[in-house]
């Protein structure tokens, strides 16, 4: 599920705490991907998952987590002015793990889906379209169901379920008759662990194919759909990395067909593989940092080449590496979000035509923050006017010694000599 294609607008007010005065920068040599300072909400325990969507069709999106100690999802209504709401909760199963959103029971409104992976089930909680929920089932499958999307798969019109069991080797497909009744379909055999499936067309055949991150295995796997729901083996790439935790696509050099980029929680690091008629090719590899956790390809600063953002479960930070071109990538920066973060999303809330963010924590809350890039803005114009002057050194020589600063140009974690020559390097050059 990737929001590379369509901005998708949303919003409500909530409990919203400003951490510092700076925006957070993410920057390359010929262009600045920058965030408002970070505020938080409150939300369930441990919000493992979390996503935007227009959940009560205001044309505004709202926030979601799922919630693995407190065993429930949260919703954080819009507000309309780019704030949220206070939380409304509505319980689950035990330690729900993944959220996805879709029509379920074609009434034409959103409903929830989650896979909870200490009860052994999935919990559908159809939604009344004002934002609110009507009434939950609960759906035993496998053993540890750990993350559930929503996906036509078996060439009729309705969405069924896609579910990862991370105590089997096994994919389950769950079809559904049209009324938001559930019946396992078939079952995949992918390899130890799985923990993630990106549900897209890998063939150019029409149809949903699956790309599952294995994570023990240290693989992924591809299943190729015949249209009808029924899988054959596909690629095995089982030299992916340590631990591969999430997956996002988005067609990355424009030739029509999705790419992937992985994150590697046993690594530290990112992969990116090209969709090379349905094969995929490694093309990037870096370093990404502290325990990735949830990748999201994305173009962040409106130039027409996607980025990618990952967030690290263990390291208060979003780490983006702003794209340069087709599977090239700038040296990566840091987006403090306060806390670690286990999951992430984008939209655009202020329907300013470009992607905000919103993370989950551990800690009983989420972190939100704007986007404010400007196409084409030069590294180190830290006050977006559009030419790197004056005012942006003495920003640096306040900050001058300083961590975790957008002065540091470097990513060195220090702003130091290094972010002044840089600076200087980009003395005078303008949007």
């Given at each position: 599920?990737?929001p590379?294609?369509?901005?998708q607008?949303r919003?409500?007010?909530?409990?919203?705490?400003?951490?510092i005065a700076?925006?957070?920068a993410?920057a390359?040599a010929?262009s600045a991907?920058v965030f408002?300072?970070?505020?938080?909400?409150?939300a369930?325990?441990n919000?493992s998952a979390v996503r935007?969507?227009?959940?009560n069709?205001?044309?505004f999106?709202d926030?979601l987590t799922?919630?693995r100690?407190?065993?429930d999802v949260t919703?954080l209504?819009?507000?309309g002015?780019?704030g949220?709401?206070?939380?409304?909760?509505f319980?689950?199963g035990?330690?729900p793990r993944?959220?996805d959103?879709?029509?379920?029971?074609g009434d034409?409104l959103d409903d929830?889906?989650?896979?909870?992976?200490?009860?052994?089930?999935l919990?559908?909680?159809f939604?009344?379209g004002?934002?609110s929920?009507l009434?939950?089932?609960?759906i035993?499958?496998g053993?540890?169901?750990?993350?559930?999307?929503i996906?036509k798969i078996d060439?009729?019109?309705?969405?069924?379920l896609?579910?990862?069991?991370?105590?089997?080797?096994l994919?389950?497909?769950l079809t559904n008759d049209?009324?938001?009744?559930?019946?396992?379909h078939t079952?995949?055999t992918?390899q130890a662990e799985?923990?993630?499936v990106?549900?897209?067309?890998?063939d150019g055949?029409g149809d949903?194919d699956c790309?599952?991150?294995?994570?023990v295995?240290?693989?992924?796997?591809?299943h190729l759909?015949?249209?009808?729901?029924?899988?054959s083996?596909?690629q095995?790439?089982?030299?992916?990395g340590?631990?591969p935790?999430?997956?996002?696509?988005?067609d990355?050099?424009g030739?029509?067909d999705?790419?992937?980029g992985?994150?590697?929680f046993?690594d530290?690091?990112?992969v990116?593989?090209?969709?090379a008629?349905?094969?995929?090719?490694?093309?990037?590899r870096?370093?990404?940092?502290?325990?990735?956790?949830?990748?999201?390809?994305?173009d962040?600063?409106k130039?027409?080449?996607?980025?990618?953002a990952?967030?690290?479960?263990s390291?208060a930070?979003?780490?983006?590496f702003?794209g340069?071109?087709?599977?090239?990538?700038?040296?990566p920066?840091?987006?403090n979000t306060l806390?670690?973060?286990?999951s992430?999303?984008f939209?655009d809330i202020?329907?300013d035509?470009d992607?905000d963010v919103?993370?989950?924590?551990s800690a009983g809350?989420?972190?939100f923050?704007k986007?404010?890039?400007?196409?084409g803005a030069?590294?180190?114009?830290?006050n977006m006017?559009?030419v790197v002057?004056?005012?942006d050194l003495a920003t640096?020589?306040?900050?001058?010694?300083?961590?975790?600063?957008?002065?540091?140009l470097?990513?060195?974690?220090i702003?130091n000599?290094a972010?002044?020559?840089?600076?200087?390097?980009?003395?005078s050059i303008?949007?």
């Amino acid at each position: 599920m990737n929001p590379a294609t369509t901005l998708q607008p949303r919003g409500r007010l909530g409990l919203a705490l400003v951490a510092i005065a700076l925006p957070f920068a993410a920057a390359d040599a010929f262009s600045a991907i920058v965030f408002q300072p970070f505020v938080t909400y409150h939300a369930g325990q441990n919000s493992s998952a979390v996503r935007f969507h227009d959940l009560n069709n205001d044309g505004f999106p709202d926030i979601l987590t799922a919630n693995r100690e407190s065993n429930d999802v949260t919703i954080l209504l819009s507000d309309g002015a780019g704030g949220f709401e206070e939380a409304a909760a509505f319980a689950v199963g035990m330690v729900p793990r993944s959220i996805d959103i879709g029509d379920l029971n074609g009434d034409g409104l959103d409903d929830i889906v989650t896979a909870n992976w200490d009860s052994g089930d999935l919990s559908v909680l159809f939604g009344d379209g004002a934002g609110s929920i009507l009434n939950t089932i609960n759906i035993p499958i496998g053993i540890r169901p750990v993350f559930a999307t929503i996906a036509k798969i078996d060439g009729d019109d309705f969405p069924d379920l896609v579910v990862a069991d991370s105590s089997t080797h096994l994919v389950h497909i769950l079809t559904n008759d049209g009324l938001g009744v559930f019946a396992l379909h078939t079952t995949v055999t992918a390899q130890a662990e799985p923990r993630w499936v990106e549900v897209f067309d890998v063939d150019g055949d029409g149809d949903l194919d699956c790309v599952v991150a294995n994570r023990v295995a240290d693989s992924l796997t591809v299943h190729l759909n015949n249209g009808v729901g029924a899988f054959s083996p596909g690629q095995v790439i089982d030299d992916v990395g340590a631990r591969p935790r999430s997956i996002d696509a988005a067609d990355m050099d424009g030739d029509g067909d999705l790419d992937i980029g992985v994150a590697l929680f046993g690594d530290d690091g990112v992969v990116v593989y090209e969709n090379a008629a349905g094969l995929f090719v490694e093309r990037f590899r870096a370093f990404s940092g502290d325990a990735p956790h949830e990748i999201r390809i994305l173009d962040l600063d409106k130039d027409n080449v996607l980025d990618l953002a990952i967030a690290h479960v263990s390291f208060a930070r979003v780490r983006v590496f702003a794209g340069t071109g087709a599977f090239t990538f700038a040296p990566p920066a840091l987006l403090n979000t306060l806390l670690n973060p286990a999951s992430l999303d984008f939209a655009d809330i202020d329907l300013d035509n470009d992607f905000d963010v919103v993370t989950g924590h551990s800690a009983g809350t989420i972190a939100f923050a704007k986007n404010i890039s400007q196409p084409g803005a030069a590294l180190g114009d830290f006050n977006m006017n559009g030419v790197v002057d004056g005012a942006d050194l003495a920003t640096m020589l306040g900050q001058w010694g300083s961590t975790n600063s957008i002065a540091d140009l470097t990513q060195d974690g220090i702003v130091n000599g290094a972010d002044l020559a840089t600076l200087l390097a980009n003395w005078s050059i303008t949007k």
